[in-house]
């Protein structure tokens, strides 16, 4: 499975947002675009779910439907008089599946989120952290094929931060599913993507993650050097 960008161009009035753009996103990878507001990382993430459509070329998804594409946006977009329970379950019941299933799949995620506890507790009264957890298990309960995370952690504390970034790790990797992440944060793009990309010149460029096999990265040298690394490459813009 796959998304295929081909020779695509977008333009919005007489801004020229991406030129001639090719690249191929492979099957259980994280990819991470990182850079500052106003760099196109939103327009790209509307194009590679098909909510815009490019000026020229196109997004073509190989092996699965666009209904296998998940969106988590940046401001969690959850029903705040939902018992987070239901909030799991809304996806499910949207796509018709059935109730015994339902109940399995959403026990299973609750467990894995740290949820259990909070299940008959509304979502209006979760914390932060707590409702970003909801959020991201709603994009996981139908097992999406390509996941896509808007900011998952902008609005957070540190350890919220940090916790969420684990948890994303650990689904992605229980999964195997394609993961996008959007953010501006340069050390959650190194902490988390396999490859990260760039925008420049109307093109991505990509930076393979050379830390992501480390053990305990954030306690690792490396780590704060490729960080480094990377914030230069992103001001080079």
Known sequence: MEIQIKNLNFQFKNNIIFQNLNYTFQENKIYVLVGPSGVGKSTFLDLLTKSLTPSQGEVIYHGFSAQEVMTVF???????????????????KIQKVAKEQQITKVKTLL????????????????????????????????????LCLDEPTSSLDMESKEEIQRLILQEQKKHGNTLFIVTHDIEEAAFLGDEILLIRNQQLHPLTNPTKTLRERRDSLDFYEFCIQLRKEVRRR
């Open 74 to 92: 940046q401001n969690n977009q959850l029903f705040p008089w939902l018992k987070v329970i239901d909030a799991l379950r809304l996806p499910l």
């Open 111 to 146: 467990e894995d989120l740290n949820l259990t506890p909070l299940a008959e507790q509304k979502v209006a009264t979760l914390s932060g952290g707590q409702a970003q957890r909801v959020a991201i298990g709603q994009g996981l309960v139908v097992n999406p094929s390509f």
